[in-house]
Nanobody
Framework: QVQLVESGGGLVQAGGSLRLSCAAS????????MGWFRQAPGKEREFVAA????????YYADSVKGRFTISRDNTKSTVYLQMKSLRPEDTAVYYC???????????????????????WGQGTQVTVSS
């Protein structure tokens, strides 16, 4: 399946902004639904946001809604996560993932559905300092 490469993580002060990118290094993810997840130290991976294959539909976790924006450019096989008003509790490793079956974004936050993503990026560290 498609191989994903993430970039854009780093250290930012609380209240700042950061944009993450996820690109296909092999193949493309045109027609794939895409998602962002994050995992803080000692905690389970959690859903952050998802976007439909066309980019026309999105869904966000309550913890990031209004602050984060997921988008995609299928001509570049790239998905973005624009993060604003960052908080220390946003500190985590952020992962992008691709689902060939391209379900609706609202499908993915439900328990057990993380496994429906067949391809994952390597993760990029986001650290928000206070």
């Amino acid at each position: 399946q498609v191989q994903l490469v993430e970039s854009g993580g780093g250290l930012v002060q609380a209240g700042g902004s950061l944009r993450l990118s996820c690109a296909a290094s092999e193949g493309t993810f045109t027609n794939y639904a895409m998602g962002w997840f994050r995992q803080a130290p000692g905690k389970e991976r959690e859903f952050v946001a998802a976007i439909s294959w066309s980019g026309g539909d999105t869904y966000y976790a309550d913890s990031v809604k209004g602050r984060f924006t997921i988008s995609r450019d299928n001509t570049k096989s790239t998905v973005y996560l624009q993060m604003k008003s960052l908080r220390p509790e946003d500190t985590a490793v952020y992962y992008c993932a691709a689902d060939k079956l391209a379900r609706r974004p609202s499908y993915y936050p439900l328990p057990g559905r993380m496994g429906d993503f067949g391809s994952w990026g390597q993760g990029t560290q986001v650290t928000v300092s206070s």
